[in-house]
């Protein structure tokens, strides 16, 4: 170890930052959510901007008595002479000092933090490789959930309630390992305090009870791992059986724990390996076995993921149940296609359709695509029927058409029509991965946009 990044408790204590400019700025915007004094001597008495009111700012050049009762001082003084004079004055008055820019002459050097409050993350490179320490930094933000600093307050907020019911070390450890993994750790990072003090207190008065399970609905978006959500790469790392769908991609099952059970309860077109209802006994069996159990779906859970009845059979079962969002594949397509789902003068609309009801039969829904884009999941079959049934319905035969197929994968395409050429086109260029189909005028604005000639929309328009 070269460098020991000691945690310095900030309460009662005094920061000192002299010098202008953005350095010094930056030092002092480092600890304005802390609890310590702050004082900046910059010698015109004015705070820098947006530190009103946080900030003492003496309007006299600094002096050794500035330095009275300091615990740090970052010195971003420019003029050399005065920065040994500051730094020491600094240490005279028992502070320890960073010259920024010069960590040779510096007693500490300011690591890149990760700042949740009660928990803080430091790395420190010894000043060698700034940028490795920006990127580690970057790399800790995401795997470190946001609200963390708020369980961390709440354990402290217990401690002592937990020290006087579990008077045995070896009970408090087994206490805060079960606590700070299960339900009052959930609540606290999804941002309800009340909910986790209650789970808090609940396994503090029930050591007995066993494991509560609990379901997590997830979207895992279109395929491309990095458009998952954070928390929904969080939970899957969390968790003990995933229970997931075809559409599902490796890469994203890959962020999963090694050890992490996996059941795929995939649909094919027209072949349903799992029926629907034993997919909801299965979240509900391991559920109350106490497993953390996540469910990964295609996209978003409740955008024809048919999560709205796996959440009913959980809440009916008596399951903890929570659901993160992903990004639906008419999302990832329009992204990925640049075709925007409204646009100002175009489409102030957006419908998202499924082009097959139940039973395979029409969806009455269609009537509400003759206007505005259309946004038609799991269509591509009943592609003849749809163009069929839109042109019945008064909707143009020279409408723009966009097909994408496998957004977000690496054999992603985009292929342009019109609604009176989409069955065609479907056979023609052999579109069998999933697919979205858009249709409207906003389609025009994708960036591969190129109308069909005139002609062809005619003849086709006349075979429909
Ligand atoms: N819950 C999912 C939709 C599941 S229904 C979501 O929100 O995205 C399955 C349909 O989604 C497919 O028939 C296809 O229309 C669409 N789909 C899923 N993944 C896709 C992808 N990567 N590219 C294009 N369409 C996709």
Redesign the pocket.
């Known amino acids: 170890m070269q460098t020991f990044p000691a945690a310095l408790p900030l309460g009662g204590k005094t920061v000192v930052v002299t010098g202008a400019g953005p350095m010094a700025e930056a030092k002092l915007r480092l600890f304005l959510t802390s609890p310590a004094r702050l004082k900046w001597l910059a010698g015109d008495g004015a705070s820098p901007p947006g530190f009103a009111g946080r900030v003492e700012s003496p309007p006299h050049a600094p002096e050794a008595a500035d330095f009275a009762g300091a615990a740090l001082v970052f010195i971003a003084e420019a003029d050399p002479s005065a920065r040994r004079q500051q730094a020491r004055w600094a240490r005279a008055a028992g502070a320890l000092v960073n010259l920024v820019d010069e960590p040779e002459g510096s007693d500490f050097q300011t690591p890149a933090l990760v700042d949740r409050d009660e928990v803080v993350v430091a790395i420190a490179t010894g000043g060698a490789a700034p940028v490795l320490s920006v990127d580690l930094r970057a790399a800790i933000e995401r795997l470190l959930p946001p609200r963390i600093g708020r369980l961390a307050a709440l354990a402290r907020e217990m401690r002592s309630t937990v020290k006087r019911v579990l008077g045995d070390f070896e009970a408090r450890r087994a206490f805060w390992e079960r606590v700070l993994r299960g339900p009052a750790r959930d609540l606290a990072l999804a941002g309800d305090q009340e909910g986790a003090r209650r789970a808090f207190l609940d396994t503090l008065n029930r050591p007995e009870a066993p494991r509560e399970g609990v379901v997590h609905l997830i979207?895992a978006?279109?395929?491309d791992p990095e458009l998952l959500t954070l928390r929904a790469a969080r939970l899957l790392r969390e968790a003990d059986v995933i229970v997931h769908?075809r559409?599902v991609s490796p890469e994203v099952l890959d962020l999963a724990r090694r050890d992490a059970r996996r059941i795929n309860v995939g649909k094919q077109?027209n072949h349903h390996p799992v029926p629907q209802e034993a997919i909801e006994a299965l979240l509900v069996e391991e559920a109350q076995k106490g497993q953390r159990v996540v469910r990964l779906?295609?996209?978003?859970?409740?955008?024809?993921?048919r999560?709205g009845e796996e959440v009913a059979a959980l809440r009916a079962a008596g399951i903890r149940v929570e659901v993160t969002p992903?990004?639906?594949?008419?999302?990832?397509?329009a992204a990925s296609s640049q075709i925007p789902l409204t646009h100002r003068g175009l489409a102030s609309s957006v419908t998202?359709a499924?082009g097959v009801g139940r039973r395979g039969g029409p969806t009455p829904e269609l009537r509400a695509l003759v206007e505005g884009t259309g946004a038609?999941?799991?269509?591509?079959d009943a592609a003849p029927r749809i163009q069929a049934q839109l042109l019945a319905l008064g909707r143009d035969g020279a409408t723009p058409v966009a097909l994408?197929?496998?957004?977000?994968?690496d054999q992603?395409r985009t292929i342009y029509c019109t609604l009176a050429s989409l069955a065609s086109t479907v056979d023609s260029e052999a579109v069998t991965?999933?697919?979205?189909?858009f249709l409207g005028e906003a389609v025009t604005q994708g960036a591969a946009y190129a109308p069909a000639p005139a002609q062809a929309i005619q003849r086709e328009a006349q075979r429909a």
């Open positions: 979207g978006g279109p395929g769908d559409l077109r779906k295609g996209g978003d859970p409740f955008i024809f993921g999560g992903g990004i639906s594949a008419a999302l990832a397509a998202l499924s038609l999941y799991m269509s591509v994408v197929e496998h957004a977000s994968r992603e991965g999933p697919a979205i189909i």
